[in-house]
């Protein structure tokens, strides 16, 4: 079946938004604005038209002209930076917003998580919110009843089921309410970068989720800031810039697209931390020393990460490298391989260059993270410097070693020149 | 609403497009109509030390201060033989019901705009599921009816059958003015200080504590253009009977207002759904 469920033709939403265009100190100018801006309140309300804040208005395209179809079965995802317009293009594509200009056509049963627990109520119980934010997401009663203890199950809150919502930790809430959603069972789906909450091992188990959701046939569109998952979980990615769709094609070209304009705007990064360390940035390095996202197989890695440690002696730094299917590849750490700990105290750079390694051409990433000496991860960084090798060819003649082959990454180098000699019958 | 009685359908989403499946849409989410209508009951008296309870002392602790101040103090004349605190009570039962109706269901967009942002459901569903704590309380004040008739030996007659007509009655008069006002507080906040205002101010326009009768005929009709007078008569006729005669003109007045309003209700609430989340 390769029937069209989703056509979006020429799709573009406007938003009204307000600026302040000077703020005054002296309270009679403020008086006079704030008349000023009452009146133009005033006048926009008798025209019927929204009350914006601020003095001045803008109309603002957040999604325009977007073009696309996606046909039965297919699992794709769209990327973009903060702001691009994967939610706003979400929603429109639920009938939460009305599109501004343009259609979308939409063949069958729709159901979309733009976050978990939507509506959840903070004094019901674990098993009202269940049944609450079941019927919210559009399941009827009998359906949530059929899969109730699957969803419990799921959720490992069992023992806290009959408490108000109120009584649970961060983690739990959430494991509750993406339980409800992952029992969610409409032909199509969207999904919006729900994966982002919960520890390391919670977002597994939703990784592994959506994995399965992904292959059982049903059309996915996926929104994540997480390529490796994104390059996991799909074939096919859009890739969204300021409102526009950009690139529409193979998954791996169009992480491609997004990264190379990522690196650009790569200044704010805020990864959190752990409670003894926090990295705080890592880049990949050119020959030059300058950050990269592009790796010439063959040549030395150089990485340089800065950490923070505050009264911790001993952590240490590891890597793991990992291919477009988020399989590891090779791993480093700095305490078991070279025994060299982190410094107890303060903000450090930590300059590597790793033997060259000849990796195949495609996506690859390194997962970054602080480990004390008993191997627990203190602060982990999923997807912490994503980079591609462009162009991977181990005899130096035009045929490019893909990921994709199915050879591997890693193509075999020799260490001394083949040899072909002819076998003689008997040694001399 | 299982994936076979909801076929494949086939949808367009279009600027300003009419919205055909807009009322089979609501019949499709009526589970949806009743979980939320539950889960403002069931929230409604958590953490209350004498929960349900409230819905006694409220209306009880009123009516009295009611028959006090109006039948004791004012000496305002009551409706054939029927006690004052019958009278006032079959006035402050519709009243209750009418005016947190209003007052829930006019803020209920707005409370519920996590929603409104995250899923698609035809809005509409969010104030209609207010009605339903309005109604629980209501039932509660008709106990305490009971009790009062009971202890001032007033038997009603038949008209007391029609008395569900005049709580639909009461119903459709409040949901009107919260549809409109419900639009109307997503786009202008302005509108969540009015409600509450116009639910003080009608309680004393609207025969509460009095009876209509107290108005001089001249100005009956044009009295009933608030259409709670014609709603509170008709509790009245079906409470106290042949002791509370209805005026028929002023309630056909009163109801072709309350028709007006829904309708507009209605009206605005449907024109202007599709951009709520655009504004929440
Ligand atoms: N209701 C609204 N009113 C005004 N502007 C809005 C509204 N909703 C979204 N926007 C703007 O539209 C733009 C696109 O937002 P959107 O949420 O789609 O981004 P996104 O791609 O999902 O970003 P992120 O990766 O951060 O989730 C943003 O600039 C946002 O400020
Ligand atoms: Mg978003």
Redo the contacts with the bound molecule.
């Keep these: 079946m390769s029937d069209v469920v989703i056509r979006a033709e020429k799709l573009g939403k406007k938003?009204i938004?307000g600026h302040q265009v000077e703020y005054s100190a002296i309270l009679g100018e403020a008086l006079v604005r704030s008349a000023r801006g009452l009146l133009r309140r005033g006048a926009d309300m008798l025209r019927g038209r929204a009350v914006v804040a601020g003095d001045e208005i803008e109309e603002?395209w957040?999604l325009r002209d977007v073009d696309f179809e996606i046909k039965r079965g297919e699992v794709v995802s769209i990327i973009?930076?903060?702001?691009?317009?994967?939610?706003?293009?979400l929603k429109i594509l639920s009938r939460i917003l009305e599109p501004t200009l343009g259609r979308v056509e939409l063949n069958g049963r729709v159901a979309s998580l733009l976050e978990v627990g939507t509506g959840f109520h903070q004094e019901l119980t674990g098993r009202e919110n269940i049944f609450l934010n079941g019927a919210i997401l559009g399941m009827t009663r009998q359906e949530v009843l059929a899969r109730f203890d699957e969803i419990v199950a799921f959720s490992g809150v069992e023992k806290f089921i009959d408490t108000p919502v109120k009584r649970y930790s961060v983690g739990m809430y959430a494991r509750l309410a993406f339980s409800v959603a992952a029992h969610l069972e409409t032909e199509i789906l969207f999904v919006d970068?729900v994966l982002a909450v919960g520890d390391a091992e919670f977002q597994k188990r939703c990784l592994d989720r959506m994995s399965a959701v992904a292959s059982a046939g049903r059309t996915v569109l996926f929104v994540s800031?997480n390529l490796a998952a994104v390059a996991a979980l799909t074939r096919r990615g859009i890739v969204?810039k300021g409102g526009r769709l950009i690139f529409d094609g193979p998954i791996e070209n169009a992480i491609a697209q997004y990264s190379a304009s990522l690196s650009k705007g790569k200044a704010a990064r805020d990864w959190g931390r752990g409670h003894h360390s926090a990295i705080i940035s890592a880049d990949l390095l050119d020959a030059q020393g300058r950050p990269t996202d592009t790796y010439e197989p063959g040549t030395p890695f150089n990485l340089q990460v800065e950490v923070e440690t505050a009264n911790m002696p001993g952590l240490g730094l590891e890597l793991h490298l990992r291919d477009a299917n988020n399989l590891p590849v090779a791993f480093y750490s700095s305490s078991i391989f070279s025994q060299t700990p982190l410094p107890s105290e303060g903000r450090h750079v930590c300059r590597l260059s790793l033997q060259p390694l000849f990796l195949a051409s495609g996506e690859y990433s390194f997962d970054i993270s602080t480990n004390s000496l008993t191997i627990v991860v203190d602060h982990g960084v999923a997807n912490a410097i994503p980079f591609q090798v462009a162009a991977s060819s181990p005899g130096g003649i035009a045929y490019d070693f893909k990921q994709s082959l199915g050879h591997g990454v890693l193509a075999m180098q020799l260490a001394s020149p083949l040899r072909i000699e002819p076998a003689s019958s008997e040694p001399a | 609403m299982t994936s076979s009685d909801r076929p494949s359908q086939r949808l367009i989403l279009e600027a300003g497009r009419a919205d055909r499946q807009y009322w089979g849409d609501i019949w499709r989410y009526r589970e949806l109509f009743f979980i939320l209508a539950w889960r403002d009951v069931a929230v409604r008296y958590k953490q209350t030390v004498i929960g349900l309870a409230w819905a006694f002392v409220r209306p009880f602790v009123t009516m009295v201060v009611f028959t006090v101040v109006f039948g004791k103090l004012a000496r305002l004349p009551t409706e054939g033989d029927a006690p004052y605190a019958v009278l006032v009570f079959a006035g402050l039962l519709p009243w209750t019901l009418a005016s947190s109706i209003l007052g829930d269901a006019s803020n209920s967009v707005i409370t519920n705009s996590q929603l409104v942002s995250k899923v698609y459901f035809p809005r509409i569903i969010i104030p209609f599921a207010t009605v339903m704590v309005g109604l629980i309380d209501f039932g509660v004040s008709l106990l305490i009816l009971v009790g009062v008739m009971a202890w001032y030996g007033v038997v009603p007659d038949w008209h007391i059958l029609l008395l569900p007509v005049f709580v639909v009655l009461a119903v459709l008069v409040a949901i009107g003015p919260a549809l409109w006002a419900a639009a109307m507080i997503v786009k202008y906040r302005d509108f969540r200080f009015i409600i509450p205002f116009v639910v003080q101010v009608g309680l004393y326009v609207s025969p509460v504590g009095f009876s209509t009768k107290v108005v001089p005929p001249e100005w009956q009709l044009l009295y009933s253009l608030n259409p709670m007078v014609g709603v509170i008569d008709g509790f009245r006729w079906a409470i106290l009977g042949g002791d509370s005669p209805l005026y028929l003109p002023g309630f056909a007045v009163s109801m072709l207002v309350a028709a007006g309003m829904l309708w507009l209700g209605i009206h605005t609430f449907r024109r202007t759904e599709r951009g709520f989340a655009?504004l929440i």
Excluded: P, R, V
């Design positions: 938003f938004i603002f957040a973009g930076h903060n702001g691009a317009g994967k939610t706003t293009m970068e800031h969204l | 655009d």
